[in-house]
């Protein structure tokens, strides 16, 4: 049949189970297994065919079926139960935000890729997880919070493993009528629907909204009828496609988002971007405040006072950069459209790269922005380091990227069984205060006996998992009945399970493992001391070397002395995920320091008792303290990856072969091995508070979202007087800073002793900027330490000031200029700065 439109019907549920439709809309379920338990009651076939969507389950199931549990007063207990928690859950007054920041102003949220569950693939990795449980802890804290993103109605990709090992890929339309989506409406009750223009045509934009508890989820989509096939297709696939492309895709998601926010008639005092890809919102929000009468430099100024900008990788593919000459496509009319020139645009977003000067998008959102975060303690190094360029005069240290540390949802994955246990030890209130150390102390009072009880569930639950997609995987492969049968048989209850699971990056080194296949045949091959791997995980479409490190484990684990004992799943996601993390031993994860910026799954893991074997690279550099966990290599820096490579795999085999597989399967003659439970309590302890995603939030709330309310506040005060004047100020002092001369001296003998003084004095020739706006430090440095001392005008252009040298060593002493304006986020924001 030719198909000329789909409309979904949806069930006239029975009155006793009415608001299963309601709740089927609101993803609160995807972190709530007692709900998605009422939906997976109605049908377990159904309800796994269609990856576990309530929307679609609902459409599937008979009528008589729903009448039957409409009459089933156990299923009905169970519904009165969970409806009670979601009315009590969206109906909460005291939430963390109205009791602790009641001064937040609304956040906008920019994300290309959300992964709220497995029944919506809108996300590819660790930044879509990040995005997702970051909305989902936005809801629990009841933030005034709202997001935005694209709608891929063909998701990432669906992957499956050959015969070959190799990887394949599928691209399967989403039936939009059956995901928990509605058409966003405005004020009014209608659709919101418009157009942009791209390259001279005007592309047509449908908008979506997604409930995600408290907080709404807009979602922008290009396949609708007045596109052509080309537009149709520009929302289709996540990171499908060449530059042009993703530059079309970031254009829908920067300016179409925060057109979509106008339509809906939603203002924000905070915009988020998550990521490189949704920097053009900034300049969009210029083009408004410009067709509103103001100047370029003053928009600018009032646009980047409430914005807020992350960086998740240093990886190169991570941080788009386009040829100049691409860009003049697809920007060639915004020079006009903000008043002002193609160079002073192009250089808010200029990056010197090897192959000429390029527009980066990360280098965009630290210009439109005046607050920028890593997602690590060491990320946030590595990014200091990494756009040290961009701030002049700034030492690594003294780059204005901070950092908030990744957390997780610990409820999306916490194991309902360890809920329950959870419900027995901890306070009544723990789901409320997932951040809070105390309340994850009364985890020691679990006994052995309950707590090994529990994981030995779930590691069984999760090996049924794996046996049941290997066997599936072995059947489409037309595998020998021989074969098929042995899927039973793999994986065992007695073995130490160690799982890795993620993206497929080279630089996260799958196969590090396999680099002395002789000890791991020995390890995997101890009869008495048994150890299996399972691993999971996909590469980018067009990232045939991370397909390789698939195969390669792939064609291992067919190899004799290790069938059944090393093991490969196809098609990761957020389901395999869950299995994974709440039934593997131990978590592993071995990237190439320092390039894992963060990395969230072990924490996960540890969530669910599971500890971490990684190296300290992202989180787990922080994290780890000795009792939780083992670390992989050390910290040193390495010259030559193979060096590197050769030392962390020496670590790994060396660390399992004399502490980690003898400690677990040691076991007292009741059968427990309590040191082993001491480490999964402690690393749940240690782990689950401080990694939270509750954490997380509250962090950005209280070092970025809170200050940058305010901070956009006195901005755009009075008519934007405050951002007139900086925008002003800086047009003059870039001007008149390359005639600014500095000379300084420094008046000390050779040596002193501690506690004595040396005088430093400066001259500045300020080229007619006023003296209140120059700031002279001077800048000590002894060893790794750095401290900063102001000199004090005395007149004429003279500054000066006694430096305490409190301690003895060598000390290098230098003299910097900086302008200075009140209001600046730092002395650091106008990238200029002058050494004597």
Same mark, same amino acid.
């Given at each position: 049949?030719?198909?000329?439109?789909?409309?979904?019907?949806?069930?006239?549920?029975?009155?006793?189970?009415?608001?299963?439709?309601?709740?089927?809309?609101?993803?609160?379920?995807?972190?709530?297994?007692?709900?998605?338990?009422?939906?997976?009651?109605?049908?377990?076939?159904?309800?796994?065919?269609?990856?576990?969507?309530?929307?679609?389950?609902?459409?599937?199931?008979?009528?008589?079926?729903?009448?039957?549990?409409?009459?089933?007063?156990?299923?009905?207990?169970?519904?009165?139960?969970?409806?009670?928690?979601?009315?009590?859950y969206?109906?909460?007054?005291?939430?963390?935000?109205?009791?602790?920041?009641?001064?937040?102003?609304?956040?906008?949220?920019?994300s290309?890729?959300y992964?709220?569950?497995?029944?919506?693939?809108?996300?590819?990795g660790?930044?879509?997880?990040?995005?997702?449980?970051?909305c989902?802890?936005?809801?629990?804290?009841?933030?005034?919070?709202?997001?935005?993103?694209?709608l891929?109605?063909?998701?990432?990709?669906?992957?499956?493993?050959?015969?070959?090992?190799?990887?394949?890929?599928?691209?399967?339309?989403?039936?939009?009528?059956?995901?928990?989506?509605?058409?966003?409406?405005?004020?009014?009750?209608?659709?919101?629907?418009?157009?942009?223009?791209?390259?001279?045509?005007?592309?047509?934009?449908?908008?979506?909204?997604?409930?995600?508890?408290?907080?709404?989820?807009?979602?922008?989509?290009?396949?609708?009828?007045?596109?052509d096939?080309?537009?149709?297709?520009?929302?289709?696939?996540?990171?499908?496609?060449?530059?042009?492309?993703?530059? #079309?895709?970031?254009?829908?998601?920067?300016?179409?988002? =925060?057109? *979509? @926010? !106008? %339509?809906?008639?939603?203002?924000?005092? /905070?915009?988020?971007?998550n990521?490189?890809?949704?920097?053009?919102?900034?300049?969009?929000?210029?083009?408004?405040?410009?067709?509103?009468?103001?100047?370029?430099?003053?928009?600018?100024?009032?646009?980047?006072?409430?914005?807020?900008?992350?960086?998740?990788?240093?990886?190169?593919?991570?941080?788009d950069?386009?040829?100049?000459?691409?860009?003049?496509?697809?920007?060639?009319?915004?020079?006009?459209?903000?008043?002002?020139?193609?160079?002073?645009?192009?250089?808010?977003?200029?990056?010197? #790269?090897?192959?000429?000067?390029?527009?980066?998008?990360? =280098?965009? *959102? @630290? !210009? %439109?922005?005046?607050?920028?975060?890593? /997602?690590s303690?060491?990320?946030?190094?590595?990014s200091?380091?990494?756009?040290?360029?961009?701030f002049?005069?700034?030492?690594?240290?003294?780059?204005?990227?901070?950092?908030?540390?990744?957390?997780?949802?610990?409820?999306?994955?916490?194991?309902?069984?360890?809920?329950?246990?959870?419900?027995?030890?901890l306070?009544s209130d723990w789901?409320?205060?997932?951040?809070?150390?105390?309340?994850?102390?009364?985890?020691?009072?679990?006994?052995?006996?309950?707590?090994?009880?529990?994981?030995?569930e #779930?590691?069984?639950?999760?090996?049924?998992?794996?046996?049941?997609?290997?066997?599936?995987?072995?059947?489409?492969?037309?595998?020998?009945?021989?074969?098929?049968?042995?899927?039973?048989d793999v994986?065992s209850?007695?073995?130490l399970?160690?799982?890795?699971?993620?993206?497929?990056?080279?630089?996260?080194?799958?196969?590090l493992?396999?680099r002395?296949?002789?000890?791991?045949?020995?390890?995997?091959?101890?009869?008495?001391?048994?150890?299996?791997?399972?691993?999971?995980?996909?590469?980018?479409?067009?990232?045939?070397?991370?397909?390789?490190?698939?195969?390669?484990?792939?064609?291992?684990?067919?190899?004799?002395?290790?069938?059944?004992?090393?093991?490969?799943?196809?098609?990761?996601?957020?389901?395999v995920?869950?299995?994974?993390?709440?039934?593997?031993?131990?978590?592993?994860?071995?990237?190439?320091r320092?390039?894992?910026?963060?990395?969230?799954?072990?924490?996960?893991?540890?969530?669910?008792?599971?500890?971490?074997?990684?190296?300290?690279?992202?989180?787990?550099?922080?994290?780890?303290?000795?009792t939780?966990?083992?670390?992989?290599?050390?910290?040193?820096?390495?010259?030559?990856?193979?060096?590197?490579?050769?030392?962390?795999?020496?670590?790994?085999?060396?660390?399992?072969e004399?502490?980690?597989?003898?400690?677990?399967?040691?076991?007292?003659?009741?059968?427990?091995?309590?040191?082993w439970?001491?480490?999964?309590?402690?690393?749940?302890?240690?782990?689950?508070?401080?990694?939270?995603?509750?954490?997380?939030?509250i962090?950005?709330?209280?070092?970025?979202?809170?200050?940058?309310?305010?901070?956009?506040?006195?901005?755009?005060?009075?008519?934007?007087t405050l951002?007139?004047?900086?925008?002003?100020?800086?047009?003059?002092?870039?001007?008149?800073?390359?005639?600014?001369?500095?000379?300084?001296?420094?008046?000390?003998?050779?040596?002193?002793?501690?506690?004595?003084?040396?005088?430093?004095?400066?001259?500045?020739?300020?080229?007619?900027?006023?003296?209140?706006?120059?700031?002279?430090?001077?800048?000590?440095?002894?060893?790794?330490?750095?401290?900063?001392?102001p000199?004090?005008?005395?007149?004429?252009?003279?500054?000066?000031?006694?430096?305490?040298?409190?301690?003895?060593?060598?000390?290098?002493?230098?003299?910097?200029?900086?302008?200075?304006?009140?209001?600046?986020s730092?002395?650091?924001?106008?990238?200029?700065?002058?050494?004597?």
């Open positions: 049949m030719k198909t000329i439109g789909k409309v979904t019907v949806l069930p006239k549920l029975p009155d006793a189970i009415a608001r299963l439709s309601e709740l089927a809309y609101n993803v609160y379920w995807s972190w709530t297994p007692r709900a998605q338990e009422l939906y997976q009651a109605l049908d377990p076939q159904i309800w796994e065919r269609f990856q576990h969507n309530p929307v679609r389950t609902l459409l599937e199931v008979p009528r008589a079926r729903l009448d039957a549990v409409a009459a089933d007063p156990d299923y009905l207990g169970r519904y009165t139960k969970v409806m009670a928690d979601f009315d009590a969206m109906g909460k007054k005291d939430t963390w935000a109205a009791q602790n920041a009641a001064a937040l102003g609304r956040v906008a949220y920019f290309m890729e992964a709220f569950h497995e029944s919506l693939p809108i996300y590819s660790g930044l879509g997880v990040l995005a997702g449980d970051h989902k802890s936005a809801s629990d804290l009841g933030l005034p919070f709202v997001a935005v993103g694209l891929f109605h063909q998701g990432y990709f669906r992957q499956s493993i050959n015969k070959d090992g190799w990887q394949e890929e599928a691209y399967d339309t989403l039936d939009l009528t059956t995901l928990p989506i509605t058409p966003a409406r405005d004020a009014f009750g209608v659709e919101v629907r418009f157009s942009m223009p791209i390259q001279g045509r005007q592309v047509f934009i449908r908008v979506w909204e997604l409930k995600v508890g408290r907080i709404p989820v807009y979602l922008l989509d290009t396949n609708v009828p007045e596109n096939d080309h537009d149709r297709q520009l929302t289709a696939r996540l990171y499908g496609g060449n530059q042009e492309w993703r530059i #079309q895709q970031e254009l829908i998601l920067g300016v179409g988002g =925060v057109r *979509a @926010l !106008r %339509l809906l008639g939603v203002d924000a005092n /905070v915009f988020h971007m990521e490189g890809h949704a920097s053009f919102l900034g300049l969009e929000r210029i083009r408004e405040l410009v067709a509103g009468g103001l100047d370029f430099r003053t928009a600018l100024e009032a646009v980047a006072s409430g914005t807020l900008f992350t960086t998740h990788t240093p990886v190169p593919a991570g941080n950069a386009f040829a100049l000459d691409l860009m003049d496509r697809y920007l060639g009319e915004w020079p006009a459209q903000l008043a002002t020139s193609r160079e002073e645009l192009y250089e808010l977003a200029r990056h010197d #790269q090897t192959w000429g000067q390029s527009f980066s998008m990360t =280098v965009l *959102a @630290l !210009r %439109l922005s005046r607050a920028a975060n890593g /997602v303690e060491l990320h946030g190094d590595v200091r380091k990494m756009w040290n360029f961009l002049d005069g700034a030492s690594e240290r003294e780059v204005p990227i901070g950092h908030v540390t990744n957390g997780a949802h610990t409820l999306t994955f916490l194991s309902q069984n360890l809920r329950d246990l959870y419900d027995t030890a306070a789901t409320e205060r997932l951040e809070d150390p105390a309340v994850w102390e009364a985890v020691n009072s679990i006994s052995d006996a309950d707590l090994a009880r529990v994981q030995a #779930q590691k069984m639950d999760m090996i049924r998992f794996v046996r049941e997609r290997l066997r599936v995987q072995a059947e489409r492969n037309g595998a020998s009945a021989a074969d098929i049968a042995a899927t039973e994986l209850p007695d073995a399970i160690i799982g890795f699971a993620r993206r497929f990056a080279t630089y996260k080194r799958a196969t493992l396999f002395d296949k002789a000890r791991l045949a020995r390890l995997v091959n101890d009869p008495e001391r048994p150890v299996q791997f399972v691993f999971a995980g996909k590469a980018h479409p067009a990232d045939n070397p991370g397909k390789a490190f698939i195969q390669e484990i792939y064609r291992v684990s067919q190899e004799p002395e290790f069938k059944g004992k090393i093991v490969i799943l196809e098609n990761y996601d957020m389901h995920a869950r299995h994974l993390v709440q039934g593997v031993d131990v978590w592993l994860n071995n990237p190439r320092p390039l894992e910026a963060s990395g969230t799954s072990g924490m996960k893991a540890s969530f669910n008792g599971s500890p971490n074997f990684s190296v300290l690279d992202g989180w787990w550099r922080e994290g780890y303290d000795g939780n966990g083992w670390p992989i290599g050390d910290e040193r820096e390495y010259a030559d990856l193979n060096s590197q490579d050769d030392a962390d795999s020496y670590s790994m085999y060396e660390t399992l004399k502490d980690i597989v003898p400690l677990y399967h040691r076991r007292d003659a009741q059968g427990f091995n309590h040191d439970l001491a480490i999964s309590r402690r690393a749940m302890v240690t782990v689950s508070p401080q990694y939270s995603m509750q954490r997380q939030v962090d950005y709330v209280q070092k970025y979202y809170l200050p940058l309310t305010k901070r956009a506040a006195t901005v755009n005060a009075n008519t934007r951002a007139r004047e900086i925008g002003s100020w800086k047009t003059w002092v870039r001007q008149q800073w390359p005639h600014v001369q500095l000379t300084a001296n420094a008046q000390m003998p050779a040596s002193i002793e501690p506690g004595q003084t040396v005088r430093v004095t400066a001259h500045v020739q300020p080229a007619g900027i006023q003296t209140g706006e120059i700031l002279v430090e001077a800048v000590l440095e002894r060893g790794d330490e750095r401290s900063r001392v000199l004090h005008f005395t007149g004429d252009g003279n500054y000066a000031a006694d430096l305490p040298l409190n301690e003895s060593g060598l000390y290098a002493i230098g003299v910097r200029a900086f302008p200075v304006y009140p209001g600046l730092s002395e650091f924001e106008t990238g200029l700065a002058k050494w004597a």
